[in-house]
């Protein structure tokens, strides 16, 4: 652009240059024919009057008059008087043979010759010329103003009485009898005319010269040129200046309104031009930088993204590894945000986002970055902590934030939040692998319960190991039909009577023996593998169940293969296939499954109990159930979890909580079944506190659907022992 803007530049100085070199030229070419016309007026002056001296001085008369007769009023008359009045001459002289002045005619009047000895010197050089022989004499002539010789007389361009003045001398030659005498022995008549200001107006009308002069002074304006008159000796006698005409100047003045005009436009146009240039520069900038912005940010919140994360994270990497401070980064992932996303709709899921990201924003610290790494992903590198504890205080004040309730068109939603955090030290080798760290952490965090953060310790390289291999071994399992059910009884009140069973899943690994199902089920959520697992144990109980006509068969449901759009449709056909009673099938799902979920939650619960399918609510009390959600769904039995139950011994307020959820469940028309119930005590506390049923090993643990049978076909085979040693895993 500023190349543009010097070529520019550049082009209009051409221009003028070229106009202003142009003008000078013709203006010095002018001057040039000015002088030279100048030289040639005077030299015509000259010319012209020696023709008027020759006019009177070469007639017969005047050779008889001046010559022969001496007649000195004749020639005051004819030759003094005339040139004066006739041509304006100023002085004339007529000289005779001998140099001698006969008379001396000034203006109209006679003078005394003696008054011009002082000029002596200057007349008898012109005398000397014009007596001289030709060839000698054609030198010396006008100088400047151009000599000018004839056989009879000579002009002369020289000073006298100290002023510039033209000369012209003719010798009185000719007898009248056609014969001429020589010049040299012939008397003279010579006239002058000083150079005043009626000759030089005379010259500067005829050559159009502006203010011609002389200039004695020598002072000049500043436009006016001088014009030296030099004699035939070459010495200056006087110096004329006028005002030369200027052609070249002229015309650019005329000219220099149109190109200043059109330089001014051009200059415009170009200023336009480079304007433009400088505006789309600008445009194309800003897009840069925009476009910029766009890849390093997230298009939603705003906040920095994956790229712009993994940038940071690279340079915090190597700023701890060059000695710097220490550094941490957190791994933060939403729990139920797809259920937002399905159920509430896109819009209600970005704003969910950006109130999230805002939360974390206002809870971190200034010099922490957050970034938005996937859909319900976060991250955030913790400058200048390592701490472990300092980092889980840091990382829980975040999930409080991210769980407390938002209110967004309508709806107010809970979500939870898990985070994994890895230290970031001198041995981190580089991002990709504390990016795993921080995802192993963030899995166990999950794994324990989630709304949890856990710091990475090496550890949870070989627990990794291990879970992969889980994995991979259960999707076998599946394929092969190895996993089990079993069968935990669920009784009255009294604890007599078998009302129900639970079905409970049981997986024996080849390498490892039994692996719990809190261990395996969320592998199988997290894999995938949960719809086909839950699928297969649905088929299991109904095909087992069948042959228990009068209970009820109760089977889990995992929040994920809940919240599948084909899920009830999965459970009518099963229960079609195996002929197996809807009304006999219980279905328990967690709070967890209606988290986020409410509407589609409903839906699906309500074409289930179209289908006559019962609907418990497990592990009552662990999560967020609140009053609206128990009166909205259409639960037929809420499960107290057994945390409480095993706390009714121990805490009045466990106490005071099973009171008030049997109460509660009485009011909305709801069972209430008592879980983990083990000792004489607690069922003594549970049935007088009103409970329908119990579950527990003081009731049977599970066991294979034959011992189901056989207690259900001899009743009083099972036998309830009040000392019985709690276990810590279901067997
Ligand atoms: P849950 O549905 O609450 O099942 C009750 C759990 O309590 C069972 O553990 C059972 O063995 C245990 N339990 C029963 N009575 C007592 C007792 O008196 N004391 C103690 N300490 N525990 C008792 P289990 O079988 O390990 O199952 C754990 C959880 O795994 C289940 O909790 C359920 O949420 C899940 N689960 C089990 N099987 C399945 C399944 O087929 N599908 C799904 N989605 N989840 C399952
Ligand atoms: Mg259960
Ligand atoms: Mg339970």
């Known amino acids: 652009m500023r190349a543009v803007s010097i070529l520019v530049a550049f082009a209009i100085v051409c221009v003028v240059v070229a106009a202003v070199t142009a003008a000078r030229h013709a203006d010095e070419m002018a001057l040039a024919t000015e002088r030279q016309l100048l030289s040639r007026a005077l030299q015509s002056y000259g010319e012209r009057m020696q023709r008027e001296v020759e006019a009177v001085a070469s007639t017969e008369a005047a050779y008889r008059k001046i010559r022969l007769d001496l007649d000195l009023d004749w020639m005051q008359f004819y030759v003094g008087q005339r040139l004066h009045s006739y041509f304006g001459h100023h ?38 010329q014009l007596r001289a022989p030709i060839a000698e004499s054609s030198g010396n002539a006008l100088a400047s103003a151009g000599p000018h010789t004839t056989a009879h007389g000579i002009t002369s361009l020289q000073s006298f009485l100290g002023r510039p003045a033209i000369l012209a001398a003719v010798a009185v030659t000719n007898r009248g009898d056609g014969k001429s005498i020589e010049a040299s022995q012939a008397p003279a008549v010579i006239a002058i005319k000083m150079i005043d200001g009626d000759v030089l107006s005379e010259i500067a009308a005829q050559l159009h010269l502006r203010n011609l002069r002389e200039s004695s002074s020598g002072r000049l304006a500043p436009d006016e040129h001088i014009f030296p008159l030099i004699n035939q000796q070459g010495d200056q006698i006087a110096t004329l200046t006028w005002t030369p005409n200027r052609p070249g100047a002229e015309i650019i003045s005329s000219v220099v309104p149109s190109i200043a005009v059109t330089l001014g436009s051009f200059a415009l146009l170009a200023a336009m031009v480079l304007a433009y240039m400088r505006h789309t520069a600008a445009t194309i900038a800003s897009g840069e930088t925009r476009l910029r912005h766009l890849a390093m940010h997230d298009y939603l919140c705003e906040l920095p993204n994956r790229v712009s994360f993994s940038e940071r994270l690279e340079a915090t990497i190597t700023h701890v590894r060059e000695g710097g401070l220490p550094a941490a980064v957190l791994c933060i992932d939403l729990d139920h945000f797809k259920d937002v996303n399905d159920t509430l709709g896109h819009p209600v899921g970005d704003e969910l986002i950006r109130a999230v990201a805002q939360r974390l924003i206002s809870t971190s610290s200034k010099t922490d970055l957050v970034a938005r790494i996937g859909g319900d992903e976060f991250a955030l590198i913790a400058s200048g902590e390592s701490d472990h504890t300092a980092l889980l205080n840091g990382a829980n004040r975040l999930i409080n934030a991210i769980c407390a309730p938002y209110l967004i068109g309508n709806h107010t939603i809970v979500i939870g939040a898990s985070i994994g955090i890895a230290v970031i030290n001198t041995r981190t080798t580089g991002s990709s692998d504390i990016m795993r760290h921080a995802d192993m952490a963030l899995y166990r965090a999950k794994n324990e319960g989630r709304n949890r953060a856990c710091v990475y310790d090496s550890a949870m390289d070989s627990d990794l190991v291990k879970r992969k291999q889980i994995e991979t071994d259960l999707r076998l399992a599946i394929e092969r039909n190895e996993l089990k059910l079993v069968y935990q009884p669920i009784v009255n009140n009294s604890g007599e009577t078998i009302i129900g069973v639970e079905a409970l899943c049981r997986w024996t690994h080849p390498v490892h023996g039994e692996v719990p199902p809190s261990e395996f089920v969320p592998i199988a959520e997290l894999s995938g593998m949960i719809t086909d697992l839950g699928e297969w144990v649905l088929r299991r109980a109904c095909i087992d169940g069948d042959a228990w006509p009068d209970i009820i068969v109760a089977v889990n449901v995992s929040p994920l293969q809940f919240r599948r759009a084909d899920f009830v449709d999965a459970v009518e056909r099963i229960v079609t296939e195996t002929g197996f009673d809807p009304t006999r099938l219980e279905l328990e799902v967690t709070e967890s499954t209606l988290l986020g979920n409410v509407d589609s939650a409903e839906l699906a619960m309500f074409r289930l109990k179209a289908l006559g399918v019962r609907l418990a609510l ?114």
């Open 91 to 128: 002085f004339v002289f007529v000289m005779d043979a001998s140099a001698q002045i006969l008379i001396a005619a000034l203006g109209d009047r006679r003078a005394d010759p003696g008054w011009f000895n002082s000029v002596r010197g200057d007349l008898d050089l012109a005398l000397g």
């Open 618 to 731: 497990d592990d009552f009390g662990t999560g967020y159930s609140s009053l609206l959600y128990l009166r909205r769904f259409p639960f037929d039995k809420l499960k107290i979890d057994r945390t409480f139950v095993h706390s009714i011994e121990r805490a009045a307020d466990a106490a005071a909580i099973v009171h008030a959820v049997v109460s509660l469940g009485r009011g909305l028309g709801m069972k209430v079944t008592a879980e983990g119930v083990e000792t004489a005590e607690q069922h003594l506390f549970l049935r007088a506190a009103g409970i329908h049923s119990m579950q527990g090993y003081r009731f049977g643990r599970p066991g294979p659907a034959a011992d189901i049978s056989k207690r259900l076909a001899l009743p009083d085979s099972f036998r309830i022992s009040d000392d019985i040693v709690p276990l810590t895993r279901a067997g």
